[in-house]
């Protein structure tokens, strides 16, 4: 069996999901080869011929001159210092724009951290259908014949299964499988993965969906339990730790090999209004404190990372208890819901000596009546000692805005900026958003809403807010009212772009570094002035 992370999205660390996939066939005794499409793409598009530079405006032309050296520099510990972000900004813009400038040909748009074609939209059953159609027209065709093709060729039980996890990955993967679906008819193609089972919880496909014969067997859900079904392989056989020696050899975009891991399944708290996961009734599962423990602490011994990223939709009290005491000795961030935990200087203390150098935040609203009407489960009181306590134990906070929910207007949306500037000193970086609303939500039927995508496959709707408070006064605050606090638009501006949180936390740790050391005499070649 072949299993495959099409591109394309951010590529900083394995594909936890195929990696949970390959562990669990290995160990019931199936033979799989993991593929990470997503890493091998991004590196054969950077590391190709590149495209003659007539009619290529003046930065495609540099873009595409320093891409090699862009690519190397973010790799290296020196560009995750707080003195280089101006020089990592640029290499970050830089390589979005040679890549950008290299798929046009192909009327895609590829990046760093997405994929886009100007002609079809991966919200669209139809266009899903026309990418498997022209498969030919791919800007990923010589890597999927390649590797792909290899790989099927030596496989000797004829399944290929794809992971489709974003946006980014559809039209790639559905051109991936016109062309599996050319050349070996006979092959079963299996698609699984968190887009996909969105797509079946909110209505939008049927789990017998088959894409005109395209497919033969959707696995929505948690991969294992499906895979155990169809493949009838005996219940409890492959329980256990994610299999990452498929990726070993991978070259990601971080300075240190990032290990990703989750304790959990789904959220355990469930309650927030307009939350996907109550939408979709994805239930909560989540491993045994020892055992989580066991595996990671086998896992790091194995692998070696430099940064554990626990990838849980929050990181609950119980796995936060047992990781500030486990002593993994690997610096480690993830997500975690502010709660009286939180708010324990001493507790703070002993979870950054465990390692825990980020926590990602959702305050959401600096408002308390907003964050009641959401049922968010949360208080200011609780919410503003907690940033005190984390600051205090030197933990980063990546705080995450929500604006222009239902319970929200303008009032609400000023408190909320006047709580960040307040708390600035304590928060490093910020991911403000605007609200969209879940097709699936049980509430959008008590609000006049319309298409917000055009397609068959949207995952939100526009609505109208009872406020008034739309999307385009939103933007206008966000830019003249929010951005424009000092205090806040400080931190917009260390904000890593395009990687976002799969930096930051490499920059708290160069920051760090360069307080011990001090900023560096004279930047390396890669990140040297006029290189980039």
């Not at 066939?25 to 033979?31: I, N």
């Not at 007539?54 to 190397?72: Q, S």
């Not at 290299?102 to 939209?121: F, H, I, M, Q, V």
């Amino acid at each position: 069996m072949v299993l495959v992370f099409p591109p394309a999205v951010r590529s900083t660390e394995p594909p936890l999901g195929l990696a949970r996939l390959t562990g669990f066939l290995r160990r019931s005794g199936r033979k799989v080869l993991a593929l990470d499409l997503n890493q091998l793409a991004l590196d054969r598009l950077l590391g190709g011929e590149g495209l003659p530079e007539a009619g290529l405006g003046t930065w495609e032309r540099g873009a595409l001159r320093r891409r090699a050296r862009n690519l190397e520099a973010l790799r290296q510990n020196e560009a995750y210092r707080p003195s280089s972000f101006d020089r990592y900004k640029r290499a970050v813009l830089d390589l979005n724009r040679a890549l950008k400038a290299l798929s046009a040909p192909y009327g895609a748009e590829a990046g760093l951290a997405d994929y886009r074609e100007a002609s079809r939209s991966p919200l669209r059953r139809a266009d899903l259908l026309e990418a498997a159609a022209s498969w030919e027209g791919s800007v990923y065709l010589p890597l999927f014949e390649e590797v792909v093709g290899g790989a099927l060729e030596k496989d000797g039980e004829g399944i290929l299964g794809l992971s489709l996890n974003f946006l980014g990955q559809a039209l790639p993967a559905f051109s991936l499988i016109g062309l599996v679906r050319k050349r070996w008819p006979r092959l079963r193609i299996i698609l699984g993965g968190g887009l996909l089972s969105s797509w079946i919880a909110q209505g939008s496909l049927r789990e017998d969906e088959d894409f005109g014969g395209l497919v033969d067997r959707l696995v929505p859900g948690r991969g294992e339990e499906g895979l155990a079904r169809w493949l009838e392989l005996p219940a409890g056989e492959g329980e256990g730790p994610p299999d990452f020696e498929d990726f070993r050899d991978l070259s990601y975009v971080a300075p240190k090999g990032i290990l990703p891991f989750n304790l959990s399944y789904g959220c355990p708290w469930r309650r927030c209004s307009f939350c996907p996961e109550r939408a979709e009734k994805s239930r909560y599962r989540g491993l045994r404190r020892e055992t989580a423990l066991e595996e990671l602490g086998g896992l790091a011994d194995r692998h070696r990372p430099g940064l554990l990223h626990l990838t849980d939709n929050e990181i609950a009290p119980l796995y936060l208890r047992a990781l500030s005491g486990a002593g993994l000795g690997i610096p480690w961030y993830g997500f975690a819901r502010f709660s009286p935990l939180l708010a324990d200087p001493a507790f703070c203390r002993s979870l950054a000596a465990s390692g825990c150098v980020m926590l990602q935040l959702g305050l959401e609203s600096g408002d308390q009546a907003v964050l009641d009407a959401l049922d968010k489960g949360t208080d200011i009181a609780v919410i503003e000692a907690a940033l005190g306590a984390l600051g205090e134990a030197g933990i980063g906070v990546y705080l995450y805005l929500l604006f222009g929910t239902p319970a929200e207007d303008r009032d609400a949306a000023l408190r909320t900026r006047d709580f960040v500037a307040r708390h600035a000193p304590r928060i490093a970086y910020i991911n403000a958003a605007i609200f969209n609303l879940p097709v699936a939500s049980p509430e959008a039927a008590t609000l006049r809403s319309r298409d917000f995508y055009e397609g068959d496959l949207a995952l939100y709707r526009e609505f109208e807010h009872p406020a008034g408070w739309d999307r385009p006064r939103l933007r206008r605050f966000l830019a003249e009212d929010f951005a424009a606090s000092p205090e806040i638009g400080a931190i917009l501006a260390r904000t890593p772009p395009v990687f976002t949180s799969n930096h930051a936390p490499f920059f708290i740790l160069g920051e760090r570094e360069e307080k011990k050391r001090g900023p560096l005499a004279r930047p390396p070649d890669a990140l040297a002035s006029g290189t980039i």
